[in-house]
């Protein structure tokens, strides 16, 4: 099993940066990966996540420019620097990997931020294509430089948001805000009970480590995409399904209601199962919260097992390959094992005691050689930090991990309510006071 999250050196970022641009950057940034501890496909629903961020990053050395260039390079793709005008920035006219970077210097300025170029460098350690948000890491890297350089002072809730933006109408891929959420406001050590509705916020400690747990993150190089159809399909079966409720998003379907809702829908068979999946995943996210917080680690194993058969059999988004990691890893002795993100390849997620990781990662390389399945990709998930960065010409390149950007969450001790995007400041709420946030909106009963 790898353990290796590939870590970048900043200092690295920046000499390449020099190399292509003939001058020092302004700055470095990283911006991590994600998985989703549970809580899927339902954040366009208006409904609960729990990501937590990956040691993976995308890191990005930047210099702001004042004449409309827009200059991208990666070393992770083939070619050389790609050149942009701001000002001719038009939303889906770009299929390459500089539609991310592209799609959030076009979302600052059309949200009114004068942003009048840069040139970036990039590299990422977040696998692509495995349900990991290795897109949002690259939109969200630039936005937390750009914020920095231009001195937007925005927050990360806020980047997040605009970030979303730039996905949904630069890039055209209709995701929730889960991940670019997770990439800005995680924070090392926990998970993120995120309500997408308003973007209230609760860090809830996840070291499994201390308890004598690893989850494992199988990656089974099945790829995924979804600015193509299936993704689209399901966020528009769940509207349909909120609309023939009656209710703004199914968010607001109670659970206790669940079959009362089911019936209402008569025929409607495909949307009664995307209701049915949408409405029990939010309960298995407070469900999760509660145990967590509970110090019932272990008992979210079967939660999280509950989970993976509602994405398979209800939302119809897992494949064979993701199948076979959850039932092997399952016989194997896991406590519990679930897809993580978007589906239809991607990732799985495994929780086990540290005894049995190797038996189980050798059940599951084994089962996928016996399927003739290309080799699957096994790693340890450690909470990591979110999006940090900032770091200045002639400071100390290797200081970029301990850094936070002015952007950046720290006070962990407040639960954040945030608010519209044009909000100034979100209300920060001590945590005494606060409950779960479904209870503290009052929107959702159980
Ligand atoms: C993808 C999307 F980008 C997220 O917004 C979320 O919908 C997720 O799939 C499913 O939970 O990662």
Not at 99 to 110: D, E, H, K, N, S
Not at 219 to 233: A, L, N
Not at 267 to 278: A, G, T
Request: glycine content about 10%; aromatic content about 6%.
């Amino acid at each position: 099993m790898s353990s290796e999250a590939g870590e970048i050196a900043a200092g690295t970022v920046a000499e390449r940066f020099k190399e292509l641009y003939g001058a020092e950057p302004d700055g470095v940034w990283a911006a991590p990966g994600r998985v989703n501890l549970i809580g899927e496909h339902t954040d366009y629903n208006d409904g609960f996540v729990m990501p937590f961020a990956l040691p993976h990053t995308a890191v990005a050395a930047v210099s702001r420019r004042a004449d409309g260039v827009l200059r991208l390079h990666s070393s992770d793709v083939e070619g050389g620097v790609v050149e942009l005008d701001v000002d001719a920035l038009e939303p889906e006219s770009d299929r390459n990997w500089t539609a991310y970077p592209a799609g959030v210097v076009w979302a600052l300025r059309a949200a009114g931020h004068e942003v009048t170029g840069a040139d970036v460098h990039l590299t990422s350690t977040v696998p692509a294509g495995a349900g990991l948000s290795s897109s949002a890491a690259l939109e969200v890297v630039i936005a937390f430089a750009l914020n920095d350089l231009y001195e937007l002072d925005l927050k990360g809730w806020q980047l997040a948001r605009l970030c979303q933006r730039a996905e949904n109408v630069y890039v055209g891929a209709p995701v929730g805000i889960m991940d670019q959420t997770a990439s800005a406001c995680c924070t090392a050590g926990h998970a993120l009970f995120l309500d997408t509705r308003d973007l209230s916020q609760r860090q809830i400690p996840f070291d499994l480590a201390a308890e004598g747990m690893r989850l494992l993150v199988v990656d089974t190089q099945v790829k995924h995409e979804h600015s193509t159809g299936e993704y689209g399909k399901r966020r528009a079966g769940c509207e349909k399904g909120a609309a023939l409720l009656g209710v703004d998003a199914l968010r607001d379907v109670p659970y206790a209601e669940l079959d009362a809702a089911l019936a209402r829908l008569g025929d409607e068979e495909e949307v009664r199962r995307l209701v049915r999946h949408v409405v029990t995943e939010d309960e298995r996210v407070e469900r999760v919260v509660a145990l967590l917080e509970s110090g019932e680690t272990r008992a979210i194993g079967p939660v999280l097992t509950e989970g993976h058969a509602s994405l398979r059999d209800d939302f119809r988004i897992s494949c064979p390959e993701l199948d076979l990691v959850v039932d092997t890893a399952l016989s194997a002795g896991a406590l519990g094992a679930r897809m993580t993100g978007g589906g239809f390849g991607g990732s799985a997620i495994v929780l086990a005691d540290v005894a049995d990781v190797d038996t189980i990662t050798k059940a599951v390389e084994e089962a996928f050689a016996a399927a003739g399945f290309t080799a699957p990709r096994v790693f340890e998930a450690v909470p990591s930090a979110g999006a940090a960065g900032g770091v200045r010409l002639g400071a100390d390149w290797s200081a970029l991990p301990a850094q936070r950007s002015r952007a950046g969450l720290t006070a962990v001790q407040f639960d954040v309510v945030a608010g519209d995007l044009d909000d100034d400041r979100p209300e920060q709420v001590g945590v005494a006071q606060l409950g779960c946030p479904a209870r503290v909106n009052g929107s959702r009963s159980r």
